[in-house]
């Protein structure tokens, strides 16, 4: 499965862009290898990582997006913490069922 350019989370549109280097923020100085403007619908992800991790970041993402969509309120850090969880969990899954090389 090749990596996406544009997907839709609960029926609205995001654009993914895969970027340079490792802080894909630029409004931001740390360090990011994903990041997902709710506002502009749109998700970037380094490329300057294995394809396996950029899946990882991708589902991260995706699940911010999903929280958001859905309108899934939590505290930033629980948030945080369960799109790392899931998106790890997606991940693996996607790999032993051979969907993702
Ligand atoms: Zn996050």
């Not at 589902?59 to 958001?68: D, K, R």
């Amino acid at each position: 499965m090749g990596l996406p350019n544009k997907l839709s989370i609960m029926g609205t549109d995001y654009n993914v862009i895969y970027c340079d280097g490792v802080d894909v923020n630029p409004e931001n100085d740390e360090d990011l290898l994903g990041y997902i403007d709710l506002v502009a619908k749109e998700i970037r992800v380094s490329q300057e990582q294995e394809d396996k991790e950029i899946w990882k970041c991708l589902w991260h993402e995706i699940l911010h997006g999903v929280f958001y969509e859905l309108d899934i309120k939590h505290r930033k850090t629980s948030e945080e913490r369960l799109v790392n969880l899931i998106s790890l969990a997606i991940r693996n899954i996607l790999f032993d069922l051979g969907m993702l090389e």
